[in-house]
């Protein structure tokens, strides 16, 4: 069995109030990251990819610091990447063991995995999960664009991506103190839904504004058949003529939604591009 011969710790300090640096310093951490104000779980995330690859990290474990999972399952999580079995590897609790979740985030996580699959087009059982392993590769073609979290950006880019991702299951405990990583179950649902729906966007835009547009022409191409077979009928428009102007401005909204979907395409195509030239280019830094 293969395994980390080198192992490195790296704790990144999202402009806490309370001892984060001095406890990390005590305990002997390799390196500690400070954002000097609070910048977000995404971008702490990112920061902290950026520095483990500049560490010469060929395996990266991200643990949440709030003690409900258990650093001895480490080596669970990165066995498939070092026995190059997969690129992305997830903790899932529901898999494994909880030992304790409020109903109220129980329910949220298991919603946003499932509106999580269904954007990345694969399934997962935890993809709200804060225990996750790297590969390097893995590392250097994610980019992270947004400024909330990353749990379901990562996963909807690694997909379409084609990084291979795998669940290994892992216990969940409870935790010492009350969190501040979000105010409630519905703050977060609202800026992690749009987050997930600009990651879908940013990698599917054909894909959503031609089935948009599509149905808006559908249903003027509806209304305007109707309009057109009462003039045949009886030779007159008048009494259709609110009917008849609702399906012209639906027919040019739906072609203009579509053409969207095709200006998003192209823009799309280019930041491939974009990221493979990035990607290289961290390729060549290390």
């Given at each position: 069995m293969k395994s980390c011969d080198d192992v490195k710790i790296l704790v990144l300090d999202d402009g806490s109030m309370?001892?984060?640096?001095?406890?990390?310093?005590?305990?002997?951490?390799?390196?500690?990251?400070?954002?000097?104000?609070?910048?977000?779980?995404?971008?702490?995330?990112?920061?902290?990819?950026?520095?483990?690859?500049?560490?010469?990290?060929?395996?990266?474990?991200?643990?949440?610091?709030?003690?409900?999972?258990?650093?001895?399952e480490i080596s669970k999580l990165v066995q498939p990447v070092v026995n190059n079995d997969a690129d992305i590897v997830l903790g899932s609790r529901f898999d494994g063991y909880i030992e304790e979740m409020p109903l109220s985030k129980k329910l949220g996580n298991k919603v946003a995995?499932?509106?999580?699959?269904?954007?990345?087009?694969?399934?997962?059982?935890?993809?709200?999960?804060?225990?996750?392993?790297?590969?390097?590769?893995?590392?250097?073609?994610?980019?992270?664009?947004?400024?909330?979290?990353?749990?379901?950006?990562?996963?909807?880019?690694?997909?379409?991506?084609?990084?291979?991702?795998?669940?290994?299951?892992?216990?969940f405990y409870k935790r010492d103190g009350e969190s501040r990583l979000f105010p409630s179950v519905w703050?977060?649902?609202?800026?992690?839904?749009?987050?997930?729906?600009?990651?879908?966007?940013?990698?599917?835009?054909?894909?959503?504004?031609l089935l948009i547009g599509s149905l808006v022409f559908a249903v003027g191409f509806i209304l305007g058949l109707r309009v057109l077979i009462h003039y045949l009928t009886t030779s007159m428009v008048t009494p259709l003529l609110p009917t008849s102007v609702l399906s012209v401005l639906l027919l040019i909204v739906g072609f203009q939604v579509i053409i969207l979907g095709l200006i998003g395409d192209l823009i799309r195509r280019n930041q491939n591009v974009q990221e493979e030239i990035l990607y290289r280019l961290k390729k060549n830094r290390q």
């Open positions: 309370d001892k984060t640096v001095q406890v990390a310093k005590e305990a002997g951490a390799d390196k500690i990251l400070s954002h000097v104000h609070n910048l977000g779980l995404a971008i702490t995330f990112r920061d902290a990819l950026d520095e483990a690859l500049d560490m010469g990290a060929d395996v990266i474990v991200n643990i949440d610091a709030d003690g409900q999972y258990d650093p001895s995995t499932k509106f999580a699959s269904r954007a990345a087009g694969k399934h997962f059982s935890d993809a709200q999960t804060g225990f996750r392993a790297f590969s390097k590769d893995a590392a250097m073609r994610l980019n992270i664009m947004g400024d909330f979290t990353y749990t379901q950006e990562t996963l909807v880019q690694a997909v379409n991506k084609n990084l291979r991702i795998c669940e290994v299951p892992v216990n703050s977060y649902a609202k800026r992690g839904g749009s987050t997930l729906i600009r990651s879908y966007l940013y990698h599917k835009p054909l894909k959503t504004f």
